[in-house]
Nanobody, 115 residues
Framework: QVQLVESGGGLVQAGGSLRLSCVVSGSIFRLSAMGWFRQAPGKQRELVAS???????NYSDSVKGRFTISRDNAKNTVSLQMNSLKPEDSALYYC?????????WGQGTQVTVSS
């Protein structure tokens, strides 16, 4: 059973930083593409950043240059370093795993950025 557990969310002032982590159970982590998504109230869930099994990264334009996604295959962990946070970054952040036809989500971690 593949499970994803996020941590690291919280309340931060604009301009501050947070680091989100997602630990994945099971042995397929190193084979999987991982992503961070977010959903603000009344809005659709959107992709923030992704990283392939080979380490290729992709970012939404809104976070490019401020956020960094990384993975540690030895620890089955994907992280999202978020710098220069803005109030519009406030959302519930979800970790996502994709491998073949498997598509799994974590429970989400709340990020709130005050102005």
């Amino acid at each position: 059973q593949v499970q994803l557990v996020e941590s690291g969310g919280g309340l931060v002032q604009a301009g501050g930083s947070l680091r989100l982590s997602c630990v994945v159970s099971g042995s397929i982590f190193r084979l999987s593409a991982m992503g961070w998504f977010r959903q603000a109230p009344g809005k659709q869930r959107e992709l923030v950043a992704s990283i392939t099994s080979g380490g290729t990264t992709n970012y939404s334009d809104s976070v490019k240059g401020r956020f960094t996604i990384s993975r540690d295959n030895a620890k089955n962990t994907v992280s999202l370093q978020m710098n220069s946070l803005k109030p519009e970054d406030s959302a519930l952040y979800y970790c996502n795993l994709k491998w073949l036809n498997l598509d799994r989500w974590g429970q989400g971690t709340q990020v709130t950025v005050s102005s």
